[in-house]
T-cell receptor
Framework: DSGVTQTPKHLITATGQRVTLRCSPR?????VYWYQQSLDQGLQFLIQ???????AKGNILERFSAQQFPDLHSELNLSSLELGDSALYFC???????????????FGPGTRLTVL | GENVEQHPSTLSVQEGDSAVIKCTYS??????FPWYKQELGKGPQLIID?????GEKKDQRIAVTLNKTAKHFSLHITETQPEDSAVYFC??????????????FGGGTRVLVKP
């Protein structure tokens, strides 16, 4: 158990809908990262938050957005869902950002999103 | 941006044999290289990592080597056991002040340890 929690575990929805995925980082971790894992694209970085502020953006679609709240939990919002958005979405957390060498990232169990 | 290539994509070994997975990266500024193990239905689990000021690191049956000049790093698992069967991912990252430290992953290696 990494200490990172994600809810829900599974999500089934229809095209055009909007969903929210939730992540709670390990106790004491200030950074939260979101990754998407699909069969054709592998594991891809979406976005990072550090202590409530957006820190880095990757291959995140404009239909997707995220935020990190004062209690450090994070939510990933996916809207106007398409069939191709079906994937596993992982949250990871680390102690902090910056420094000479990156921090170790610990991953949660993921949310499996199925868009029908 | 960074690109990480991982080989082989599948690896079948007999229990007790060694397994080696190799990765190459493109950006010489990368200085952190973790390896993750992912079992079916679970999230990636960190098994070992290496930073660019170290050439080799070992933890029981697992070792990682890094060649900065050639920009490649490898995972070695000795005395493999059936519970080592999983998908293994290498990744690369760099510390960019105020710009985060995303992980760029390789494509993964599915390891099957046959009893």
């Amino acid at each position: 158990d990494s200490g990172v929690t994600q809810t829900p575990k599974h999500l089934i929805t229809a095209t055009g809908q909007r969903v929210t995925l939730r992540c709670s980082p390990r106790s004491g971790d200030l950074s939260v990262y979101w990754y998407q894992q699909s069969l054709d694209q592998g594991l891809q970085f979406l976005i990072q938050y550090y202590n409530g502020e957006e820190r880095a953006k990757g291959n995140i679609l404009e239909r997707f957005s995220a935020q990190q709240f004062p209690d450090l939990h994070s939510e990933l919002n996916l809207s106007s869902l398409e069939l191709g958005d079906s994937a596993l979405y992982f949250c990871a957390s680390s102690v902090a950002t910056g420094g000479r060498s990156p921090d170790t990232q610990y991953f949660g169990p993921g949310t499996r999103l199925t868009v029908l | 941006g960074e690109n990480v290539e991982q080989h082989p994509s599948t690896l079948s070994v007999q229990e007790g044999d060694s397994a080696v997975i190799k990765c190459t990266y493109s950006d010489s500024a990368s200085n952190y290289f973790p390896w993750y193990k992912q079992e079916l239905g679970k999230g990636p689990q960190l098994i070992i990592d290496i930073r660019s000021n170290v050439g080799e690191k070992k933890d029981q049956r697992i070792a990682v080597t890094l060649n900065k000049t050639a920009k490649h790093f490898s995972l070695h698992i000795t005395e493999t056991q059936p519970e080592d069967s999983a998908v293994y991912f290498c990744a690369a990252s760099m510390a960019v002040k105020a710009a985060g430290n995303k992980l760029t992953f390789g494509g993964g290696t599915r390891v099957l340890v046959k009893p």
